[in-house]
């Protein structure tokens, strides 16, 4: 019985000396991968890499920001990145959050941003989850009086929404708004926190990582990227 149980702690040893070398090995590459994205970033921003210096920007011509709401109060970090998208000529971008905390810092940003010569001729956008969830009530309103009351489709008919009718719809509402070509992410979560979805069809999305931790060189690779993919959009 000794015998048995000595085996099993020895057995739990082992494991756990495995888990703590294999998060060895795990944290040890991700701390590399860091230092050479961090190296290349400053390289990228002091133009050593040359490849980087000829963007085609004017493929960007909207640009949307998702930020974490717990980091959308960092106020200064979110004018210093559309101080550096606006000094790689982005002009038209729509700042998005969940919960509405980049709205609320609306006049803040709007007042950095209008007393700013980079700024000049740029369009902001602010919106959050509760101006998708308005607009989607607005749109079934809209269908509702104005295309199914109106016809004699039966009950179980006008029930059912087909995408292009809740496309035409938001846009009969005034809530169709541009889609963005290129998204940028910028928090924990690798998603689009609930953007709109109707206006994300084709939209490249890319997660930037914490907004703390945001570098300029790393924003300028993720243009580049994007500039240099081909695009194919179905029909």
């Excluded at 133009?47 to 000829?54: A, D, S, T």
């Excluded at 969940?98 to 740029?122: P, T």
């Excluded at 998603?191 to 939209?203: E, K, Q, S, V």
């Amino acid at each position: 019985m000794t015998v048995k149980v000595e085996l099993q702690k020895i057995g739990i040893l082992g494991l756990q000396l495995m888990w703590h070398f294999l998060h060895l090995i795990l944290s040890s590459f991700y701390f590399v991968v860091g230092i050479a994205t961090t190296l290349e970033s400053y390289l990228i921003s002091c133009g050593l890499l040359r490849k980087y210096n000829r963007l085609s920007i004017e493929i960007v011509k909207y640009l949307a920001i998702v930020v974490d709401s717990d980091e959308a109060y960092n106020t200064l970090k979110i004018i210093e990145l559309l101080q550096w998208l606006a000094s790689l000529g982005i002009r038209s971008i729509c700042l998005y959050d969940v919960e509405g905390v980049l709205k609320q810092s609306k006049e803040i940003i709007l007042k950095k941003v209008n007393n700013a010569s980079v700024f000049q001729d740029i369009t902001l956008e602010f919106i959050s989850i509760s101006d998708g969830k308005e607009a989607v009530a607005k749109a079934a309103n809209f269908l509702l009086e104005n295309k199914f009351r109106k016809t004699n489709m039966s009950e179980d008919h006008r029930r059912r929404f087909s995408e292009s009718q809740m496309t035409e719809a938001l846009k009969a509402v005034g809530c169709g708004g541009p889609d963005p070509d290129l998204m940028l992410v910028y928090g924990p979560i690798r998603c689009h926190l609930g953007f709109p979805a109707w206006r994300i069809p084709y939209t490249e999305i890319l997660h930037m990582g914490p907004l703390k931790s945001m570098k300029y060189g790393s924003l300028v690779k993720a243009i580049y990227k994007f500039t240099m993919v081909r695009q194919n959009y179905g029909k």
